[in-house]
């Protein structure tokens, strides 16, 4: 995974997100496992079918802690996620797959919450 935050973090866009107060305090008070769930749901819904509803549009730039995590660690779409992940659009999300979107996430969150 180190290897991914070093490419992304030679992305200009990628590494201007940041978490604000707002999505640090928010993410103290519920907790890491809390918002894992969240992020789980999210890609579970938005990102996990073959064919999102408004693919590229879906995730917002911010409202909660994991857009800004999608966005920075580009997988906030399946364009993303096929450019910068190797997993291509047009299918179903696998479990695994799913899984791993939210390591990353959870990942992009953690560094930012040691900050």
């Known amino acids: 995974m180190e290897l991914l935050f070093q490419r992304l973090s030679g992305s200009e866009f990628r590494r201007s997100f940041s978490l604000k107060a707002n999505d640090r305090c928010y993410t103290a008070e519920k907790g890491m496992n809390t918002i894992r769930t969240h992020a789980a749901d999210l890609i579970r819904k938005r990102l996990a079918p073959a064919e999102p509803l408004h693919d590229g549009k879906q995730?917002?730039?911010?409202?909660?802690?994991?857009?800004?995590?999608?966005?920075?660690?580009?997988?906030?779409?399946?364009?993303?996620?096929?450019?910068?992940?190797?997993?291509?659009?047009?299918?179903?999300?696998?479990?695994?797959?799913?899984?791993y979107v939210v390591d990353v996430i959870m990942e992009w969150i953690r560094r930012q919450m040691q900050r």
Do not use: D
């Not at 909660?64 to 999608?70: K, T």
């Open 59 to 99: 995730t917002p730039m911010r409202g909660h802690p994991v857009f800004l995590a999608q966005h920075a660690t580009a997988t906030c779409c399946r364009n993303c996620l096929e450019k910068w992940h190797h997993i291509p659009k047009g299918r179903e999300l696998t479990e695994e797959e799913q899984e």
